[in-house]
């Protein structure tokens, strides 16, 4: 089993920065990918960026290309996006979640472990 919990998200206005945090947990494996992904309301599911945690490949998708980073910290079990310049279209809904390949799927069929989820809400 493995357990994904997001955290720091928040209200912020245009231009602001966050970080969110996915916290993993219970049995986990070197070849997993974490991806961030978001859902605005009455909007379909968006992929964001990607990480295999452990070789450090990661992917990126045009929508957040310059301002959005994906990072990890093994030790601590943990993925980082880094959101920057922060613009009212990134309003959503943040996901993380795990798929067993560490080759960065992009179908949502292929995670299948998700966090809840931490919203993010951007004010013009």
């Known amino acids: 089993q493995v357990q994904l919990v997001e955290s720091g998200g928040g209200l912020v206005q245009s231009g602001d920065s966050l970080r969110l945090s996915c916290a993993v947990s219970?049995?986990?494996?070197?070849?997993?990918?974490v991806r961030w992904l978001r859902q605005a309301l009455a909007k379909d599911r968006e992929f964001v960026l990607a990480i295999n945690w452990s070789g450090g490949s990661t992917d990126n998708t045009d929508s957040v290309k310059g301002r959005f980073t994906i990072s990890r910290d093994n030790a601590k079990n943990t993925i980082y996006l880094q959101l920057n310049s922060l613009k009212p279209e990134d309003t959503a809904v943040y996901y993380c979640?795990?798929?067993?390949?560490?080759?960065?799927?992009?179908?949502?069929?292929?995670?299948?472990?998700w966090g809840q989820g931490t919203q993010v809400t951007v004010s013009s």
């Open positions: 979640a795990a798929a067993v390949t560490g080759l960065l799927p992009r179908s949502v069929y292929e995670y299948g472990y």
């Open positions: 219970g049995r986990t494996f070197s070849h997993h990918t």
